[in-house]
């Protein structure tokens, strides 16, 4: 589904991230952790087209398709969703009419008819569910006003209303209640399928309790320095990441 | 974001659908402006002699006045006497539908403006002038009955007199500014709407303006009376082609809102801004003014989008007691365009309250000022206002500018204002971009929830318009 090759990117003259190597097939969740700074936030963003970096060399292929010659819009058409670490907000502009505006053109370029009022309502309360998301949010501005845990509800609740190919969720526990917590969590849980995957970015473990990784990778100045599976997230939880930089050090 | 925008900009034509000409045979006169032009346009109207008098008056103190200069506009050197001041589409007497000329009926059907009743969008009465005539009033039968007089000012002058000469320059007159002296000289046409006491107008009322004869300006002079506790809501709209040369749109429209009377007036407004480069578009000279007596209710709502040129000030005069003056604008500048625009809110009965939302919106080269005036007279105890004062700006070579000014005589009033200046953010793109928006839909969709508090005071119909055409308007703006 995914497969990244050698990718590196940049900011500026600032090179972040210096050949990551990836492959997600569908039905698999992955853990990116690391420390500050490694650049888990950039291959987020890179993977969803933020210009704001440059990628200077290696290939994505997503879904078959060179993602990098897709536009911003394009891959999240296709499926590609991202779960941002600070939500932003856009006064005036209600989240029904924001959802109703991306899940349409989702179907358009899917060559599908957009959905009527109807159809969008139900569509809404039945995801809304899913996060336990207070129905009176859709009718607020985007994000205007929500408290920390609502806006990452709300991603989560956009991720169901998109229902994408592949999730890449940045950092979405950050900021969250315990309870907050476990519902996103659960959320995302009751979201996975056989069909779609999940890239999970974090720098906790806690998460990793409900949204189980099938591989659990370490990224380190740009690179991914060591993977395994769930129970590396463990070790890291308790020994930090002190003897795997040594490791690479050497 | 570089590299898409110049895409952006490089693939979209300018998208004012509105622009097309209508070839219909028009009774025009010689350019230039003299008494024997005013006389001439009296005539063709066939008005009474004491309006000629009038106008003769307005001419005559007009010719002493100098052009304004204050406003944060750049006007290039306008040719009073380059200009034709009546142009009519000939057609047959005014009266029965089967009179007007199908090319008429054709072209206000492309606006969205059906003359024939029976098509026309359910609960709204039209009187659409094109040029310097009104082609058509709908649904004045209808309105008969109820002791509603909507027509054109025309022949209002005609039909009415006791009411015009009673009203008409009563809150606008000659003296008050350039444009309004230019205007009460030579308009040619505009509604005339009266409400008796006690009536609620049982629907919305609304006037379409066309300019459509080349060379020509349109001095549309437009009278509203609300009688004691009477109800109204009225909309107008303009529209005019595309050309490369500037046409002058300089307007006067007089509200009076008797005792406890309500009237809630709503523009939207595109004449043609311009292409691109800022080559042509019209030039919008406007005084609006209402007077508020006791206990009266006066609204202004306005979405501008269009002209070259934009120079208005929707303006409320709270003379009696417990009057209320509300202002909610939108004002969309892109390319090269210009307004200056807001309103003047004058607090002159005691207890009268007044609010101001402005939202400004500038993109590509464009400068947009708002301007806005709070006076409270010496014996205006209690008086409130609350002043509301936004600029959004699309990109970095447009500018946004606030000239708010308040003028207070009388120590228990209480003003507030508030201002802020934003930008449409790269990350607000990005998120909407990454939930599948394209560039375009994101910030018609950010201006949109922008300007919302003041679409929302629109009827519905218009709401929906509104919002295409800020979308519209904007395509091309993003860099």
Known sequence: MLSVKNLHASVGDKEILRGINLE???????????????????????????????????????????????????????????????????????????????????????????????????????????????SKLTSRAVNEGFSGGEKKKNEIFQMAMLDPKLAVLDETDSGLDIDALRIVATGVTKLHTSENATIVITHYQRLLDYIVPDYVHVLYKGQIIYSGDKSLALKLEKEGYDWLINQQEK | MAEKD?????????????????????????????????????????????????????????????????????????DFQDIIYYAAPKQRKEGTMDDIDPELKRTFDKLGIPLEEQLSLAGFAVDAVMDSVSVKTTFRETLAEKGIIFCSISEAIREYPDLVKKYLGSVVPHTDNFYAALNAA??????????????RCPMELSTYFRINAEGTGQFERTLLVADEGAYVSYLEGCTAPRRDENQLHAAVVEIIVEKDAEVKYSTVQNWYPGDKDGKGGIYNFVTKRGLCREGAHLSWTQVETGSAITWKYPSCVLLGDNSVGEFYSVAMTNN????????????????????????????????????????????????????????????????????????????????????????????????????????????????????????????????????????????????
């Open chain 2, 6 to 78: 110049k895409e952006l900009l490089d693939n979209i034509d300018n998208e004012y659908k509105y622009g097309f000409t209508t070839d219909i045979e028009t009774d025009t006169i010689a350019r230039g402006l003299s008494e024997d032009v005013i006389r001439l346009i009296s005539a063709k109207k066939e008005e009474p002699e004491w309006m000629l008098e009038r106008r003769l008056k307005a001419f005559r103190h007009w010719q002493t006045m100098k052009l304004p200069t204050w406003a944060h506009l750049d006007i290039p050197e306008i």
């Open chain 2, 336 to 479: 090269y365009q210009q307004a200056d625009t807001g309103t003047k809110m004058i607090h002159i009965g005691r207890n009268t309250r007044s609010r101001i939302v402005s939202k400004g919106i500038s993109a590509g080269r464009s400068q947009n000022a708002y301007r806005g005036l709070v006076r409270v007279a010496k014996g205006a105890d209690n008086a409130r206002n609350y002043s509301q004062c936004d600029s959004l700006l699309i990109g970095d070579k447009c500018g946004a500018h606030t000239f708010p000014e308040i003028d207070s005589h009388n120590p228990t009033a209480v003003l507030e204002h508030e201002a802020t200046t934003s930008k449409i953010s790269e990350e607000q793109l990005f998120y909407c971009n990454q939930r599948g928006l394209s560039t375009e839909d994101a910030v018609g969709l950010i201006v949109n929830g922008y300007a919302r508090e003041v679409i929302a005071k629109l009827p519905m119909e218009f709401a929906v318009e509104a919002q295409k055409l800020l979308a519209i308007s904007l395509e091309g703006s993003v860099g």
């Open chain 2, 186 to 199: 030579v308009f040619s046409d505009g509604s005339f709407c009266y409400i008796p006491k006690g009536v």
């Open chain 1, 24 to 134: 997600v097939r569908p039905g698999e969740v992955h853990a990116i952790m690391g420390p500050n700074g490694s650049g888990k936030s950039t291959f987020a963003s890179v993977l969803a087209g933020n210009e704001k970096f440059t990628v200077t060399s290696g290939s994505v292929e997503f879904m078959g398709q060179n993602l990098l010659d897709l536009s911003i819009e394009d891959r999240a058409r296709m499926g590609l969703f991202l779960g941002f670490q600070y939500p932003v907000e856009i006064p005036g502009v209600t989240m029904a009419n924001f959802m109703k505006m991306a899940v349409n053109e989702q179907r358009k370029f899917r060559g599908e008819d957009p959905l009527t009022a109807g159809e969008f309502l139900r569509l809404m309360r039945e995801k809304s569910a899913v996060v336990e998301l207070d």
